[in-house]
């Protein structure tokens, strides 16, 4: 049975991204078309992706003359040679900044409008207004699509298709929620102002008008799944989780092996295998030279990531002195709030041929780093998935985690029933504070120091299967599942 898919998104790499989200969206489709599935993706018109479809973009397939108020045209291209689609509204997309802020950082007031529409665009398209283009059933991916289920179940196009729906929460921390004045401009029947639509707290809910809405619930990882149904984690929806219970999936992310294989991968200084490590040893040397520190047999940890409280990076920022002192160094990549980010630079004054810092993101160096560190650090305080670790995994760059959400699905923690079965692929620390990442840092330290034990942990890491053979096999067959019990 060949299905036909509409994945709708705020980002996918390689054309936007700012985040997981991008990965994901941008693998689906190949993933999924080993199952016999044909995904299309939706992506709003943002300056970078209509600059990526050409000068010339083609005649619009289909226009709205008012789509929410906005005039609006959609666009056909290919996303990584499968089919994509862009709605071009020029009015809410066509901005200097990211995908939600300005250049300064700052959120856009009107981002609520701009999703909404974006929903709206979405569920006309899943129903049928695009002549010769037709969908079995629409995949939409957080906050920003979350108004997808809402439009297509209360607001469908006039004589459009039923389809059914399935809602991945990527990270339940953005919400997207906006204050109760602005549910009178979305185009729903007043009807879904009620628990049961899409008001939360007195406001509207994009988020939680996904998850209370679609026909099915994802989390990108089965413990993150499980995690939710708590105040801890649920962030204020855990009843709705627990409500919805039997329609949630913990389905884990994979990542694009094409992209990240350290046998091919461009990026880096010198390419190798589980069988050639001795290789990443040039890969360690040309860190060192980029990132200002002294060449010694310590250990190297690196750190990829935004840097925020949800990642931990606040507590990484107390334990440095720790980590010197255990004989390592570190070369940290990213941006995020500007107090860790000049507390990051200071450590790295504090310790000059020991700590190298650069603030920004640059994807060549991210590959570098995963190339040639010995350790990546994730402690995140919560982590739905997380695909650093798995990059890790795929280079032989051993993590340091956090047991949260996907990083305890996908690091099977140094024990010593670990090591002793050989089956161990990484450090696990069970809390996130400067304690228990010091005592995970001088563990790492030993097993480094321990050659024979520490290239087990990276050969089995490089050994696993994190590609998206199951995970997109696990797609396929919920997406059946909804359409056969649509009848």
């Known amino acids: 049975m060949s299905l036909k898919v509409l994945s709708v998104a ?29 995904v299309t993706t939706l992506l709003p018109g943002y300056p970078s992706v209509l600059a990526k479809l050409g000068p010339k973009p083609g005649r619009a397939v289909h226009k709205w003359d008012a789509l929410l108020g906005t005039p609006a045209r959609l666009l056909a291209g290919t996303l990584g040679g499968y089919p ?32 909404a529409t974006f929903a709206r665009a979405a569920a006309d398209i899943a129903g049928g207004a695009v002549k010769g283009r037709s969908f079995d059933l629409v995949h939409a991916h957080d906050w920003q699509s979350g108004l997808v289920p809402a439009y297509l179940r209360f607001a469908p196009q006039a004589g459009g298709r039923t389809v059914p729906s399935v809602f991945t929460i990527h990270n339940m ?42 026909d099915a619930i994802t989390t990108v990882s089965p413990t993150y799944a499980g995690e939710i149904r708590s105040v801890e984690f649920g962030m204020g929806l855990e009843g709705l989780v627990l409500a919805r219970s039997n329609r949630v999936h913990g389905i884990l992310n994979g990542i694009d092996t094409a992209e990240w294989n350290p046998a091919t991968d461009p ?49 990484l920022a107390e334990v440095i002195d720790h980590l010197v002192g255990t004989g390592g160094r570190l070369a940290l990549l990213g941006t995020g709030d500007a107090e860790l980010e000049q507390r990051f630079l200071a450590a790295a004054a504090r310790h000059p041929g020991r700590v190298g810092v650069r603030i920004g993101y640059d994807e060549a160096l991210a590959h570098g780093l995963q190339g040639g560190g010995d350790a990546i650090l994730i402690p995140s305080r919560f982590e739905p998935c997380g695909l650093t670790q798995l990059y890790g995994l795929a280079y032989g760059c051993v993590p340091l985690v956090s047991r949260t959400g996907g990083l305890a699905d996908t690091v099977i923690d140094a024990n010593p029933a ?48 994190f590609s998206w053979r ?12 909804l359409i056969e019990e649509q009848g």
Do not use: C
């Open 10 to 38: 705020s980002e996918a790499a390689p054309l936007v991204k700012t985040g997981g989200l991008a990965d994901v969206a941008g693998a689906l489709p190949a993933a999924l078309a080993a199952q016999g599935v044909g």
């Open 84 to 115: 994509l689609l862009v709605l071009d509204a020029r009015a809410l997309f066509n901005r200097e900044g990211g995908p939600y802020a300005d250049a300064s950082g700052r959120d856009w007031d009107d981002n609520w409008r701009r999703f």
């Open 267 to 315: 990026h880096l200084a010198a390419r190798f295998a589980a069988g050639k490590l001795a290789a990443r040893r040039k890969n360690k040397r040309a860190i060192e030279q980029t990132f200002g520190l002294t060449r010694d047999d310590g250990p190297l940890f690196i750190v990829v990531s935004r840097l925020t409280w949800q990642k931990g990076m606040d507590v």
């Open 173 to 214: 921390a953005f919400q997207g929620y906006y204050d109760a004045e602005v549910f009178a401009q979305l185009g729903l029947p007043a009807s879904t102002w009620t628990v049961d639509g899409v008001e939360s707290y007195g406001g509207v809910g994009f988020l939680k008008a996904g998850m209370q809405l679609a």
């Open 418 to 465: 670990a090591l002793a079965a050989g089956v161990a692929t990484g450090i696990q620390i069970n809390a996130v504070n400067p304690a228990a990442l010091a005592s995970g840092i001088s563990r790492a330290a030993q097993l480094y120091h321990q050659p024979g034990a520490w290239k087990r942990l990276q050969t089995n890491g490089m050994k696993a299967d």
């Open 470 to 481: 199951a995970s997109g096999a696990a797609y396929a067959a919920l997406y059946r599942q």
